[in-house]
Every structure is written in structure tokens, then in C-alpha cells.
């Protein structure tokens, strides 16, 4: 894959590997039903993904002011797009001490399909390392960091009517 974008090949790289069990695949206890269920769903795309996933075969992207991609439930390790490497977590943004920093978090988007974010189960240090350091340098690219910090807040404030909603 030809990747322009610094930021997003170091947080492909980083994310090539790990996955949220480590050496256990989390596919075989639901059925990978994160693949599954995206043949009809879409996958929201960082910048400078939109352009690698237009001439990639089994990939449609959904353009939009967040370009989406959709797949057909199967795809090459390698090509997947970041959602996929990152979920069921996401690097949030937080302000502490004057200073941005990465807090990795269970996406709440990721309750209702991923057994093990339901759960909140513990999952591979790695993989959570793995996640933080990705978003350490998607925060350094002024493009990503944007993309990071809108989709942060978004985040906190579903957490937060979650929270407020009880559930
Ligand atoms: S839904 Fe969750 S447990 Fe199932 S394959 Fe996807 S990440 Fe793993
Ligand atoms: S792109 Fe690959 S990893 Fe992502 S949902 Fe589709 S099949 Fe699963």
C-alpha cells in the first residue's frame, strides 16, 4: 500500500500485527461478526485514507465530510483500513495538565457488535500500546490530529449522555 501520509503509514505499521487477543483470535468467539456486519455498514476513514481505498478492489468509498468505506467481509490483513486496526478501541484526546494526551478507550460506538467491548474484557497490552502509540503519532500530523480531535469530542460526549442516561 503507498501510503503518503507519515503519520497514518507509522500507525498502519504499528497496527499491522496486534490484534485485541493477542495470539487468540477474538473472530472465533462471535464469528467475527465486526466483518460481518460491515457488509452493510461503513467504516469512517481518517485523512488521506480516501485516496488509498479508491483503487483498492473490494473496497467502496462513500465520500461525505468523513469519507466511509465499505468492504465485502473479507479483506487482505494488510489493507485494512485504521478503524479496522484500532476497533473495538479508539485513541481519544484528552486535555490534562495544559497538554493534549492519548487515552485509549473502548469506542462506545463498538457496544452493540463487539462482544468484548461489551464486556469491557481486558485485552492484549499490546494491542492497547499499540493503539496509544498510533494515536501519539496520528496527533503530530495536523490533518489527522483534526480528524482525532473532532472524533474525540464526539466520543466524550456520547460517553457522557451514556453516562447521564444510565447506561
Ligand atoms: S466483534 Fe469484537 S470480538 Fe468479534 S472479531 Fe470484531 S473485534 Fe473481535
Ligand atoms: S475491511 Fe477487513 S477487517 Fe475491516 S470490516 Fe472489512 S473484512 Fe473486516
Redesign the pocket.
Known amino acids: 500500500m503507498d501510503i503518503k501520509n507519515k503519520s497514518l503509514r507509522e500507525a498502519y505499521a504499528l497496527l499491522e500485527n496486534t490484534t485485541?487477543l493477542g495470539r487468540n483470535d477474538?473472530?472465533s468467539?462471535?464469528d467475527?461478526?465486526?466483518c460481518s456486519d460491515a457488509l452493510g455498514d461503513s467504516m469512517e476513514l481518517f485523512p488521506c485514507e480516501k485516496e488509498i481505498f479508491e483503487t483498492l478492489e473490494g473496497f467502496e468509498v462513500i465520500d461525505g465530510e468523513i469519507p466511509t468505506v465499505k468492504c465485502n467481509g473479507t479483506c487482505e490483513r494488510e489493507a485494512r483500513p485504521l478503524a479496522c486496526r484500532i476497533?473495538?478501541l479508539f485513541p481519544l484526546v484528552v486535555y490534562e495538565n495544559g497538554a493534549e494526551r492519548i487515552r485509549v478507550i473502548y469506542d462506545p460506538r463498538a457496544t452493540a457488535?463487539?462482544?468484548?467491548?461489551a464486556h469491557k474484557a481486558k485485552l492484549d497490552r499490546r494491542f492497547v500500546r499499540a493503539v496509544r502509540r498510533a494515536g501519539k503519532y496520528l496527533i503530530r500530523d495536523e490533518q489527522t490530529a483534526a480528524h482525532l480531535r473532532k472524533t474525540s469530542e464526539y466520543l466524550t460526549e456520547l460517553i457522557e449522555l451514556e453516562v447521564k442516561l444510565g447506561l
Open positions: 485485541p477474538c473472530g468467539v462471535c467475527a461478526y465486526c476497533y473495538p457488535s463487539c462482544p468484548l467491548c
